[in-house]
Nanobody
């Protein structure tokens, strides 16, 4: 699976930004899709995921209520809508294709990442 993110950029605190991830290769609809992020000097962390069976969603506590993940299987695309952004949301955001082990998301494929910068 090849993944390509788009939509990153610079936004003021309190603003909104939407990311997209286009997938190609293996059957997109058979993967649970996820978003991760990595801030400078920090480890990559889970942000959100969506299952392929019933579109059940999972969120990190830090983004719950502010971020929304969705997918469009016919377009092979997964989206991340980010609202009420905070400076601490600044990071490179990575799209992932993988699976779910219980409620734990397991990434198998990664995109190249897109930079999101939130100014205070």
């Amino acid at each position: 699976v090849q993944l390509a993110e788009s939509g990153g950029g610079l936004v003021q605190a309190g603003g909104s930004l939407g990311l997209s991830c286009d997938a190609s290769g293996r059957t997109f609809s058979s993967f649970a899709m996820g978003w991760f992020r990595q801030a400078p000097g920090k480890e990559r962390e889970f942000v959100t995921a969506i299952s392929w069976i019933d579109n059940k969603t999972y969120y990190a506590d830090s983004v719950q209520g502010r971020f929304t993940i969705s997918r469009h299987n016919a377009k092979n695309t997964v989206y991340l809508q980010m609202n009420s952004l905070k400076p601490e949301d600044t990071a490179v955001y990575y799209c992932a294709a993988g699976g779910l082990r219980g409620d734990d998301y397991v990434p198998l494929y990664w995109g190249q990442g897109t930079q999101v910068t939130v100014s205070s």
